[in-house]
């Protein structure tokens, strides 16, 4: 398999006043496509400060991240836009929904940001729904559905335009462990059935335990795989 991201010594450090503090110290590591990768570490490691750089979220202060044959390291604040949009879905812990849309209309803004006309396809939004057991919700807004199926939807709205990767910080950190299970067996359904990559930052050993290869990160570094 081919790798669809890597990183060489990413570094990341944040001005505090006159201070400059380390989150990174020079990650490498290798992503095939296909995998589903765990990231894990104790609080201040710098696994959100490496998600949110995976994600082009924020610029790296050295080092490289190819993210599907695309430098984002080496590219303008409009193109790591631009890749984003085209290339990565993103799960968050608290789900991060429009409240006013219904499940679809979340999904249909998920395109319109994607494409730029928001012309996807009715069919392709409720297969997807249907996939993560949410054909009964399409038309529900999310203070109508539980926790899990919030979570679900913001699910179902990082795959709807089928991204290179899944970045999920912390996807079930909200949940209780039934809903968490829930969420946890969609992310291997999707990894197992169509092959999607899939990484994810949690603190939960169980958690960790569905994905297929666990990074334990400490002090800015990786320390073991």
């Known amino acids: 398999m081919d790798n669809i991201l890597s990183t060489e ?17 020079g990650v490498s590591l290798e992503v095939k496509k296909g995998e589903f990768v765990a990231i894990m570490g104790p609080s201040g490691c710098g ?17 490289s991240i ?43 803004l998920a395109e319109k940001i994607h494409s730029g006309n928001g012309r996807g396809s009715s069919d392709n939004r409720r297969e997807v729904l249907r996939l993560l057991r949410l054909e009964d919700k399409m ?6 559905m539980s926790g899990g199926e919030q979570q679900r939807v913001a699910l179902a709205r990082a795959v709807v335009n089928s991204p290179a990767i899944i970045l999920a910080d912390e996807p079930t950190g909200n949940l209780d462990t039934e809903n968490s299970q829930i969420v946890l067996d969609m992310f291997r359904e999707l990894n197992e059935k169509f092959n999607q990559t ?28």
């Open 198 to 225: 899939i990484i994810m930052i949690t603190h939960n050993p169980e958690a960790a335990a569905v994905c297929s290869r666990t990074i334990r990160m400490r002090d800015g570094h990786v320390v073991e795989e």
């Open 139 to 144: 038309h529900h807004k999310p203070l109508e």
């Open 9 to 25: 010594d990413l570094a990341k450090s944040y001005k505090i006043g006159k201070l400059e503090v380390p989150a990174l110290r």
């Open 66 to 108: 190819i993210i599907d044959g695309e430098d984002l390291s080496k590219v303008s604040d409009a193109k790591r836009t631009d890749i984003r949009r085209r290339k990565i879905g993103f799960v968050f812990q608290r789900f991060n929904l429009f409240p006013t849309l219904t499940a679809e209309g979340n999904l249909k």
């Open 47 to 63: 696994k959100s400060t490496l998600l949110h750089l995976l994600g082009g979220l924020l610029s790296p202060t050295s080092g």
